[in-house]
């Protein structure tokens, strides 16, 4: 199996992508799951990362503690979007499974620097803290990771924070500005994908059909999830948005994009955190990422219930 580095901050969409990878075991190994500060603080995000693993009876998954705060401003959370904990929705026991002593940056570094070169791929569901600090700290370990697939950014779609920002760039736009700079093959999954990821309501149905534990704390959390985007933009169900990263890794035909420049932008207060896609290749400014834009909703969802269904 393929091996990856979860950082994340969650977060319901989170939890449906750590549910995507751990339901896709004979495909992906799940070195560790690291989080970070960013929908709920790293309290929150440290404890709920444990509850989705207990879900899915994985409490053998190493679960280490990050950043609580972007590395050079204020922490910006959205508890407007996933409640209180991250994970409102459904009625969850507080987790019992033991967190790592360790902090996540150094497991990030140690685990590049022992597996494989070129072996370990980080999937990255927040803000690019945790990666960032990582690379200032142990610049070595950059040509080291074979991927890094991150749910982050948007450009024909707008933003989501703001007018021009998505939340997870948004949050941390000088650690997305080093992850861009790093020369890590990046795969972006941006708003402009995500968007067309509607959790319409013939596909929870299919997902509580499944009946399981995790498959029904996921539709609960879902049906809170929704609730912001369906009352916004008045569409039958929510996008989900960080389990297209650990789609891509499973199917990546499910996925279309191109090879462009992508530059953040760090300081018109009008504009911060915007990724700006070279998309038309108007510059000649180096490729550094292959930014996503179109995906074949079906077939995801398809993937998600199949992979949910073997939890
Ligand atoms: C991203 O922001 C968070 O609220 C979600 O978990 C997702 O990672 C979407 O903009
Ligand atoms: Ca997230």
Not at 41 to 64: G, H, M, S, V, W
Not at 168 to 196: C, K, R, W
Not at 244 to 259: M, N, Q, S
Request: glycine share 8%; proline share 6%.
């Amino acid at each position: 199996p393929r091996k990856i580095i979860i950082d994340t901050d969650p977060g319901q969409d989170d939890a449906a992508a750590i549910f995507l990878a751990l339901g896709s075991a004979d495909e992906l190994e799940v070195l560790g799951i690291t989080t970070v500060a960013g929908n709920v603080p790293l309290a929150l995000t440290a404890r709920n990362a444990r509850i989705i693993c207990e879900l899915c009876d994985r409490r053998d998954i190493k679960i280490f503690a990050g950043a609580d705060k972007p590395v050079s401003r204020p922490l910006v959370t959205a508890e407007h979007v996933h409640g209180k904990t991250g994970l409102d929705g459904p009625e969850l026991a507080e987790p019992t499974m033991a967190l790592e002593s360790g902090h996540a940056v150094d497991f990030i570094i140690e685990t590049l620097r022992r597996e494989p070169e070129g072996s370990v791929t980080l999937c990255t569901l927040g803000p690019l803290t945790n990666i960032a600090l990582a690379l200032e700290k142990a610049p070595d370990i950059a040509p080291r990771v074979r991927e890094l697939v991150m749910m982050g950014g948007g450009f024909f779609e707008g933003g989501n924070i703001t007018p021009a920002a998505e939340f997870n760039i948004y949050v941390d736009p000088e650690a997305a500005a080093a992850v861009f700079a790093s020369g890590i093959p990046i795969v972006m999954m941006p708003l402009d994908v995500t968007h067309q990821l509607l959790t319409l309501k013939s596909r929870v149905e299919r997902m509580r059909a499944i009946g399981s534990r995790p498959a029904i704390a996921m539709v609960e959390m879902l049906e809170f999830f929704e609730r912001f985007d369906v009352e916004k933009y008045g569409s039958d169900g929510g996008p989900l948005h960080d389990p297209t990263v650990i789609a891509y890794l499973l199917k990546p035909e499910l996925f279309g994009g191109r090879d462009c420049n992508v530059e953040i932008e760090l300081q018109s207060p009008l504009t911060v955190g915007m990724t700006v896609v070279d998309w038309w290749q108007v510059t000649d400014r180096k490729h550094n990422a292959k930014v996503m834009r179109q995906v074949d909703a079906d077939g995801f969802f398809a993937l998600l219930t199949e992979r949910f269904a073997r939890l």
